[in-house]
């Protein structure tokens, strides 16, 4: 694996709910603006980043998981 997990498996669920609630937010209330892709792509980030478990800028800092 290229990655080690570094997110916690409560949070992963969080993050995928978090994610999909902001994609859903920038089709339906942003459309095609600046703000809907921003809001977009911000979405794709925490869904992805939940649904693989590893997150960069948590990797940065130096978290990771207790085993």
């Known amino acids: ?16 709910g978090m994610g999909a609630g902001l994609l859903v937010a ?3 209330s942003f459309g095609a603006s600046p703000t809907g892709w921003s809001v977009g792509g911000l979405g794709a980030m925490a869904a992805m ?3 693989f478990g590893f997150c960069p800028a948590c ?5 990771k ?3």
Request: charged share 25%.
């Open 49 to 51: 980043s939940g649904l």
């Open 1 to 16: 694996m290229l990655y080690v997990k570094n997110v916690p498996g409560w949070e992963r669920v969080v993050r995928l």
């Open 26 to 28: 920038a089709v339906i």
């Open 65 to 67: 998981l207790k085993r």
């Open 59 to 63: 990797a940065m800092v130096g978290r």
